[in-house]
């Protein structure tokens, strides 16, 4: 057996410290991922920093109208915030797809975002996976394909980023707050998980010892109340996706005012739809044109023969997400098309 150190820290800077100055130390959120890894001997960490009883557990609207949700407001929480449901239905959408309700329950806000592939590899320590260990090479390139990334890949690792939160919170442009030894600093979502290249080791910008501490969403608008998150999965609860689409949609009669698309299952991090985002932008909706624009953010796309369904399947989620929008934007206004 191997010792560990558990410490409980009240204040934030003093949980900084500790793992910053500790390459074997590691913060504890709700635990129902990094436990798991502790048992797999995956993770072999000297000291865990339970940062899960600090002070930032409250949903808080700032006065510009930011949402401001403190990393340890627990997942099944956040799904049922009144605001978050009304002003960002994604974000609740894509939550209560995921888990199951206990593991829900459990689950922080910042240790969602950094919880880790599930490549079948990487939880298997008998295999080589570069990402568990560097430079030792990757058993899914030739192996068990079925779940590999299709964007943004490498010949170092091919593995999914398995959050349904993050790929709501990419399409909303949320910013990730972090605190690190140099203070507070904020994060995009669209450059806190990373492409794998050559170091797929490492999942995100954080430095090591850097702790989120919220995340924030923009003010509300006609745009995040139209919202949606579509999953597609092997079973209706308790799996990872296949693909998922968080989408969202403002028309002006026929016209794409605007609109928002990030695709889950697909790579190593949320993968925004910029492409496809801006050929629909300004264009009259239709449902041809939202797969014309899926398959131009698709063109660099690159399948094997197990996982190359997940081109027409992320397509055609992508249609249905923005259809059930268009929809309803149409019930609103009592536009036709
Ligand atoms: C059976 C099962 C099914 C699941 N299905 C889904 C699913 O369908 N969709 C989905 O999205 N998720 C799913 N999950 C994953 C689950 O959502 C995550 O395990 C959970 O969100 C992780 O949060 P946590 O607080 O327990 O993190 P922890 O396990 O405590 O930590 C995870 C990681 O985050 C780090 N960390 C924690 N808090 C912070 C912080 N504040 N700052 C910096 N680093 C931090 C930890 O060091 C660790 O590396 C499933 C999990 C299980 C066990
Ligand atoms: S895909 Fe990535 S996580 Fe999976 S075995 Fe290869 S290197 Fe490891």
Sequence with gaps: MKELTYVRPTDARDAV???????????????????????????????LVDVSRLPLDEVTRLDDGTLRIGTNVRNSDLAAHPVVRSSYPAVTRALLAGASGQIRNQATTGGNLLQRTRCVYFQDVTTPCNKREPGSGCSAI??????DAVLGAS???VATHPSDLAVALAALDAVVVVLGRDGERRVPMSDF??????????????????????VELPPESALTRASDYRKVRDRASYAFALVSVAAALELDGDVVRDVRIAWGGVA??????????????????????????????????????DNAYKIPMVRNA???????????????????R
Excluded at 24 to 43: P, S
Excluded at 142 to 147: D, K, N, S, V
Excluded at 197 to 213: I, S
């Design 193 to 214: 998980h990373r492409l794998p290249g050559h170091h797929p080791e490492t999942d995100t910008t954080l430095a090591h010892g850097e702790l989120v501490t919220s």
């Design 268 to 305: 190593h991090r949320p993968w925004r739809a910029a492409a496809a985002e801006e050929a629909l932008r300004g264009e009259t909706y239709s449902e041809e044109a939202v797969r014309a624009a899926a398959e131009l953010e698709l063109a660099a796309a690159v399948t094997g023969p």
């Design 17 to 47: 410290a500790r793992v910053s100055d500790d390459p074997h130390a590691r913060f504890l959120g709700g635990g129902t991922n990094l436990v798991d890894h502790l048992k797999l001997g995956l993770l072999t960490p000297d000291v």
């Design 318 to 336: 992508t249609a249905y997400a923005l259809r059930g929008l268009a929809d309803r934007s149409s019930e609103r206004t009592g536009a036709t």
């Design 155 to 157: 010949e170092a690792c």
């Design 142 to 147: 030739g192996g068990y394909g079925r779940y």
